[in-house]
């Protein structure tokens, strides 16, 4: 376990003097601390503007800090050499992977976690003017408090999620086919409802698109689980066992992606 924490906190610290991080980071918070300004923009909907566009700037640059991030990690450690002095040492490849991908994760987490506590306290000083016209509208916005913080953690998993997913192409492809690769996963797995519904039988589907298009619903990670703003802004409630259920589908994924990497990893000639 210990190799496995070094290798973390060196990738962890290593991923902080990444100019292009904390840049995305910065312009992350800008645009999430300036949804104060756009929510002026529609008069009666102030509220709900900005709930859509914090929760989706944080999912957003979310996502494209763990591409960006996880796509690097390996690769840069095979271009300076530095991964035969690391591996010299008593470090397997299972434990170099795994500890690149927790040094990332804490990296995702922290600069996440900044948004979202940029975005709480956004959220924190715009919800009091809120004028409720309604006695339903007062409920909705006490449920947002919670609404939003479960909306954050589920961000959080599905981030590691495509991290994971980006480690494990940057140990396959070359840097740029492993962002093309990981980004095109993502977007597809956003679709996965839509290949379940053209695969149905009863909407007419072919053999070839009930096969094709099925196996791409039962392999692809279905993305749009973690995303719960409509919800949020319908005023509808958040049950935990739905929480939990998402991350657990997130994690049992991630620990497959994983296993894939580990094991093309192993093989390849560094």
């Known amino acids: 376990m210990r190799p496995v924490l070094r290798v973390a906190r060196a990738t962890f610290h290593e991923a902080w003097r990444r100019r292009f991080l904390n840049g995305i980071l910065v312009f992350a918070i800008l645009i999430i601390g300036s949804s ?35 796509t690097r990690l390996v690769p840069d450690e095979i271009e300076r050499r530095t991964i035969h002095t690391i591996l010299a040492k008593p470090v397997s490849r299972a434990q170099f992977l795994f500890g690149k991908f927790v040094g990332g994760a804490a990296t995702v987490l922290f600069n996440m976690l900044l948004m979202g506590v940029a975005f709480y306290i956004v959220f924190a000083l715009k919800a ?23 909306a954050v953690v589920l961000s959080f998993f599905e981030a590691f999620l495509v991290l994971g997913i980006a480690v494990v192409a940057s140990t396959i492809f070359s840097w740029i086919l ?10 597809v797995g956003q679709m996965s409802d839509f290949f379940q519904q053209l ?32 919800a949020i802004l319908s005023g509808a ?10 991350m657990g589908q ?5 620990i497959v992606v994983l296993l894939i990497g580990y ?8």
């Open 178 to 187: 492993s962002v093309i690769f990981t980004f095109f996963i993502y977007f």
């Open 199 to 230: 695969s149905d039988p009863d909407r007419g589907a072919s053999k070839f698109a009930q096969l094709v298009l099925g196996t791409a619903y039962k392999v692809l990670p279905h993305f749009e689980i973690f995303d719960i703003r409509e």
């Open 237 to 246: 409630y958040t049950p935990w066992s739905m929480l939990f259920k998402s």
């Open 36 to 70: 104060w300004v756009f929510a002026y923009l529609q008069p009666g909907a102030e509220l709900k503007m900005m709930v859509d566009t914090g929760l989706g700037a944080i999912r957003f640059f979310g996502i494209l800090i763990a591409v960006f991030l996880g």
């Open 128 to 150: 009091p003017g809120f004028q409720a016209e309604r006695p339903e509208d007062a409920l909705i916005l006490q449920s947002m408090y919670s609404n939003i913080a479960k």
């Open 263 to 270: 094991l093309v990893f192993n093989e390849r000639e560094v």
């Open 250 to 254: 997130g994690v049992a994924y991630l």
